[in-house]
């Protein structure tokens, strides 16, 4: 089982940045993939990013391709969501995801932890 704590939550202005982190405990963290989900009220939670064990790999779901970028630090057991040119339909709450195997997805199936989530709103 893997612990997942996230934080950098906050509110920010439209076209501004937020760094998201991840902190990971339990399984040994460079044998999985992450992911990064999102919720916003009175919608389903979505999928909005994923990064392979060795951070060689990423994925992005097309609305935040180009704009958010993760990566992960193995030796610190975290994994980063940096989020740029933020716009309000980006609030909501995010939650970090850990893979049930080293192999990447898309799908909250695909992961088998996850953290608590973290606030993030984008005023206009």
């Known amino acids: 089982q893997v612990q997942l704590v996230e934080s950098g939550g906050g509110l920010v202005q439209a076209g501004g940045s937020l760094r998201l982190s991840c902190a990971a405990s339990g399984r040994t963290f460079g044998t999985y993939a992450m992911g990064w989900f999102r919720q916003a009220p009175g919608k389903e939670r979505e999928f909005v990013g994923g990064i392979s064990w060795t951070g060689i790999s990423t994925y992005y779901a097309d609305s935040v391709k180009g704009r958010f970028t993760i990566s992960r630090d193995n030796a610190k057991n975290t994994v980063y969501l940096q989020m740029t040119s933020l716009k309000p339909e980006d609030t909501a709450v995010y939650y970090c995801?850990?893979?049930?195997?080293?192999?990447?997805?898309?799908?909250?199936?695909?992961?088998?932890?996850w953290g608590q989530g973290t606030q993030v709103t984008v005023s206009s």
């Open positions: 995801a850990a893979g049930r195997s080293s192999r990447a997805g898309r799908a909250e199936a695909d992961f088998g932890s």
